[in-house]
């Protein structure tokens, strides 16, 4: 049997902080023993120091966009995950779409799955897309469903010509099949006709700012008409419902309203909307650009009052990259939207929480125990107890990550966290008791990630 320790650091467990040794049998946590604090001499290949270190579950990222098969120009599974280990994520859900061909049939979702083989550093699961073209298909949707973490569809246009949205009556349909295979149905939640018709009146209009126009072309309320005709579906066809990317307080809290009243719903945002606003977005052009886009700062602020209260369950990073000409177009209509953050979310946001005086037992668990338990996998990953897989992160806050062009490891080499300073500091990422990511030796060549 193969043994591994984690000795002396701050262990984040189901009491919060504690100062305990963690046990690793086997790729699982065999046992947390109280630590004798004893220094050790030296690192071994079965003995961690994690003196001076926070050691928190590897971080699930249920929002990621890797791009391949098909797409691998853009990103991959290698690089993506590469960055991903780096930033201390462990596990990722990769979207049906922006690979090539989206995952909207069973041959996809299988070719997809084998082609992924040994190619992954983080573990993955991966999510089916249910799109106006398959909808119809209850079949071969029924199939799907057993190969796939959740389903994702579009209330607006993806902006992926084999990834149709699903039009308001479509929505039906869609919400009876995602309950009848007892799997999450995740939301990508924009009214379709309200941003056709801000966009037909702010595109091209003489003398406004064209970010400005951009940005109302996509306001808060077509957000909120599409999160409630969703959430009314949910309730009367009893779906489960996950609302990602949701970049409103709002909205929020119209969603936490109808969670409170019965309806199976989460939601996500994403770090962009955290530590972002639309003044950022004016300032920097595309490299911002998002759909729903950036807000103003009264909602950021809003955003951080809603984690507070406990009103958003998980966050995702939303990584979605592409080549660095399709955001260095002539308008930023024509600029492809998508941010690139995957290996910063959980340093920029613990970054902030922390400046922001916020208990971090508030916000890991959007990254960790709330996902694994709204996905299913809580038996098996999200938190650090015995039993579970041994997906850790070693991090320090008395050092400081600097994000220079160097250190991105995205296959297209920009992001909107360059040039930021985090004060802290991912020291080794561990997945299945394997030390994946160590910030001297960097990411090992091993490719040991798996399908979920
Ligand atoms: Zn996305």
């Known amino acids: 049997m193969k043994e591994l320790w984690v000795k002396n650091g701050l262990v984040f467990t189901a009491d919060g902080f504690r100062e305990v040794d963690i046990r690793v049998l086997d790729e699982r946590i065999d046992s947390l023993v109280k630590s004798e604090g004893e220094p050790l001499k030296e690192e071994t290949d079965t003995i961690i120091d994690a003196s001076g270190c926070l050691v928190v579950p590897g971080f699930i990222d249920a929002h990621v966009h890797f791009n391949d098969p098909g797409r691998t120009d853009w990103e991959g599974i290698e690089t993506g995950s590469r960055a991903a280990a780096i930033g201390?994520?462990?596990?990722?859900?990769?979207?049906?779409?922006?690979?090539?061909?989206?995952?909207?049939?069973?041959?996809?979702?299988?070719?997809?799955?084998?082609?992924?083989?040994?190619?992954?550093?983080?573990?993955?699961?991966?999510?089916?897309?249910?799109?106006?073209?398959?909808?119809?298909?209850?079949?071969?949707?029924?199939?799907?469903?057993?190969?796939?973490?959740?389903?994702?569809?579009?209330?607006?246009?993806?902006?992926?010509?084999?990834?149709?949205?699903?039009?308001?009556?479509?929505?039906?349909?869609?919400?009876?099949?995602?309950?009848?295979?007892?799997?999450?149905?995740?939301?990508?939640?924009?009214?379709?006709?309200?941003?056709?018709?801000?966009?037909?009146?702010?595109?091209?209009?003489?003398?406004?700012?064209?970010?400005?126009?951009?940005?109302?072309?996509?306001?808060?309320?077509?957000?909120?008409?599409?999160?409630?005709?969703?959430?009314?579906?949910?309730?009367?066809?009893?779906?489960?419902?996950?609302?990602?990317?949701?970049?409103?307080?709002?909205?929020?809290?119209?969603?936490?309203?109808?969670?409170?009243?019965?309806?199976?719903?989460?939601?996500?945002?994403?770090?962009?909307?955290?530590?972002?606003?639309?003044?950022?977005?004016?300032?920097?052009?595309?490299?911002?650009?998002?759909?729903?886009?950036?807000?103003?700062?009264?909602?950021?602020?809003?955003?951080?009052?809603?984690?507070?209260?406990?009103?958003?369950?998980?966050?995702?990073?939303?990584?979605?990259?592409?080549?660095?000409?399709?955001?260095?177009?002539?308008?930023?209509?024509?600029?492809?939207?998508g941010i690139q953050g995957v290996q910063f979310t959980w340093l920029a946001l613990l970054d902030e929480a922390l400046k922001r005086r916020i208990n971090l037992k508030q916000i890991l668990p959007l990254g960790t125990a709330n996902v694994a338990e709204r996905f299913g996998i809580a038996d098996q990953k999200g938190r650090i107890r015995p039993g579970l897989d041994a997906d850790l992160v070693l991090i320090r806050l008395d050092e400081t990550t600097i994000v220079d062009k160097q250190s991105l490891a995205f296959r297209n080499a920009y992001s909107p966290y360059e040039n930021r300073e985090f004060l802290l500091k991912v020291k080794k990422t561990i997945l299945r008791g394997k030390v994946i990511y160590d910030e001297q030796s960097g990411v090992i060549q091993e490719k040991f990630g798996v399908c979920l």
């Open 88 to 337: 201390g994520t462990t596990t990722i859900f990769d979207m049906p779409l922006n690979c090539a061909p989206s995952v909207t049939t069973v041959k996809n979702l299988l070719d997809k799955k084998e082609y992924l083989t040994s190619m992954s550093h983080v573990d993955y699961a991966l999510w089916g897309g249910m799109t106006d073209t398959n909808l119809a298909n209850r079949r071969e949707l029924t199939q799907m469903s057993k190969g796939i973490i959740a389903w994702k569809a579009f209330m607006s246009e993806s902006g992926i010509e084999d990834f149709r949205f699903v039009p308001p009556d479509g929505l039906k349909q869609a919400m009876q099949a995602a309950k009848e295979h007892k799997k999450i149905l995740a939301l990508h939640a924009e009214w379709e006709e309200e941003i056709n018709k801000f966009t037909a009146f702010y595109k091209h209009r003489d003398g406004m700012n064209e970010r400005k126009a951009f940005l109302a072309s996509r306001p808060v309320s077509a957000e909120e008409k599409a999160v409630s005709y969703a959430l009314e579906l949910a309730a009367k066809y009893g779906t489960a419902l996950h609302l990602v990317h949701i970049s409103s307080a709002k909205v929020i809290g119209i969603i936490d309203q109808a969670k409170k009243s019965g309806v199976d719903v989460t939601v996500e945002t994403c770090p962009h909307y955290l530590l972002f606003d639309e003044e950022d977005f004016i300032k920097s052009g595309a490299i911002l650009k998002c759909a729903p886009p950036l807000r103003s700062r009264e909602e950021v602020e809003g955003l951080w009052d809603c984690i507070q209260k406990g009103w958003i369950d998980t966050i995702g990073s939303d990584h979605s990259p592409c080549l660095y000409s399709m955001k260095a177009t002539d308008s930023i209509w024509d600029a492809w939207g």
